[in-house]
């Protein structure tokens, strides 16, 4: 066997034309930075180490809020994408009326029935606010009858 026969390996990583995110952004101000690539985090925790304290407490809500935002957008764009065929068919269904296997209401009797489920809603919503509006008129509490007059 001494000739060299080329051997399948499938579970092997292959090369990639994609550098890792961390070779990417790389810092390029610090003398240590320029001479191994891939310390983005030691960078940002010396910057964050050399802003005022007062700069820290403003900044800490902010980018505790914005680093748990980034998560739910990717979370919500993973759904979205992985979910992108049976959301365009619905799309198409609704905006074409493709697919969806009965004939719109022509008749006032099934428009009628039709929007009857609407009108329900529609007016326990109005009923609801209304109480909720007469409960504050009747049982508010009397203004104070003591304000200086000037």
Request: charged share 25%.
């Amino acid at each position: 066997h001494g000739s060299h026969v080329p051997r399948l390996c499938l579970a092997a990583m292959g090369e990639t034309s994609r550098k890792p995110l961390s070779r990417r952004l790389k810092c390029r101000g610090c003398l240590r930075c320029r001479s191994r690539r891939g310390c983005i985090k030691s960078c940002r925790a010396r910057l964050w180490q050399r802003l005022p304290k007062r700069w820290q407490e403003k900044f800490q809500p902010w980018l505790q809020q914005l680093a748990f935002l980034s998560i739910c957008a990717r979370y919500g764009i993973r759904m979205i994408w992985e979910d992108r065929h049976a959301l365009w068919a619905d799309a198409k269904c609704f905006l074409f009326g493709m697919g969806s296997g009965s004939s719109p209401p022509c008749s006032m009797a099934a428009i009628r029935d039709e929007l009857r489920p609407f009108l329900y809603a529609f007016v326990l919503g109005l009923v609801l606010v209304s109480l909720e509006v007469g409960y504050k008129v009747v049982w508010a509490p009397a203004p104070m009858m003591d304000m200086p007059l000037e």
